[in-house]
């Protein structure tokens, strides 16, 4: 098949990672017979650096004539300046809108070759394999807002709508029915009014999947027993900002946040890949981030995008025989000299594609 895939690397390691999935993706498109073609546009500080704009127009435009975009990630101490005009993660925030891409998968696994390197105890570990939800277009991100300016307060506010959550109820209840058929929709209904409207909303949608178990789990204790108890786990469903720390808090399950792929999906098929974590300063430009998450982002890419699923399970698959044979970035490597460059484990990877 034909495809136009729209990398945009970013900041910090952003570069490092994409470079290397690219390679993932031409070594499918080679081995299966299809043509890929990539166009890399800028998105985040570089773009801010070149243009002004974090999410220039002619980048919008590159997206909008793609079938998927694989993103790095965006950011670093450069443009964190708590009083600038503009910040890199404004671009992505856009981007994510502009798409409606209101369902953001990341799905989490433990690793049987990494349990033992994980600080969670290995016997919780056994059988850890929970798809998260996130809502991604609302939420306490995109609700009103105070800038500071130069004043003396400012604020933030979560807004969700009834059909804003039961859209993405939808695709947790959907998800859980080719899974292990269990909801856990995760709130705050205790103390907040948008959270209350999130859980009544997450219980009408309920009733139209039988089949599948509702459990309502307030944010604190989830985070809680994502580590005590990781293993009960299936579908977890959160809104935009519990959704994006429990993720990170959930990559500790798999090894790293090195490890965790994420795709963006609005209600056609183009979505945007990306790895959960951020541009990762303290190690870039010294290639040794691990590439994992954004391989597995580019597998995502391949079945959500594309609807190349054999394809995917192979990258997948791929990954899964390089660390089971020991492959190891330095994040979940045992000590240093056990380590391998960001290259020389997608070289690992390779191997196991061909
Ligand atoms: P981070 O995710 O960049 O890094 C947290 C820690 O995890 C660091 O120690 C880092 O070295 C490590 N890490 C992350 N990815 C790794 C990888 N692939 N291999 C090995 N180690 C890895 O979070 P942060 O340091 O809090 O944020 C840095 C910048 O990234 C901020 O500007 C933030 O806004 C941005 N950010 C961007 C995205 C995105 O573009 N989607 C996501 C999260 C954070
Ligand atoms: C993520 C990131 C982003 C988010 C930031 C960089 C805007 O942390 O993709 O998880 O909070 O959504
Ligand atoms: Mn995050």
Known sequence: MQAKIVTL????????IVAEAVRVLRAVADRWGHAFTFEEAL??????DATGNPLPDETLAACE?????????VGGPQWSDPTAPVRPEQGLLRLRRHFDLFANLRPVK?????????PIRADLLDGVDILFVRELTSGI???????????????????????????VARVAFQAARQRRGKV??????NVLAAMRLWRRTVNRVAADYPDVTLEHVLVDACAMYLIREPARFDVV????????????EASVLAGSLGMLPSASLGTGTFGVYEPIHGSAPDIAGKGIANPTATILSAAMLL??????????RAVERAVEAALAEGARTADIAPSPDQALSTSAFTDRVLDHLA
């Open 9 to 16: 690397p970013g900041d910090g390691i952003g570069p490092e």
């Open 43 to 48: 998105m985040g500080g570089c773009a801010i």
């Open 65 to 73: 004539r793609a079938d998927a975009v694989l993103l790095g990630a």
């Open 110 to 118: 433990a690793y049987p070759a990494l349990a033992h390197y994980t």
């Open 141 to 167: 991100y995109f609700g009103e807002r105070k800038e500071q300016g130069d004043g003396d307060d400012a604020w933030d506010t979560m807004y969700y709508s009834v059909p804003q959550v039961e859209r």
């Open 184 to 189: 856990a929709s995760v709130d705050k209904a």
């Open 237 to 248: 469903l959160a809104g935009n900002m519990f959704g994006d720390i429990l993720s990170d």
């Open 303 to 312: 079945r959500h995008s594309l609807g190349l699923d054999q394809e995917a």
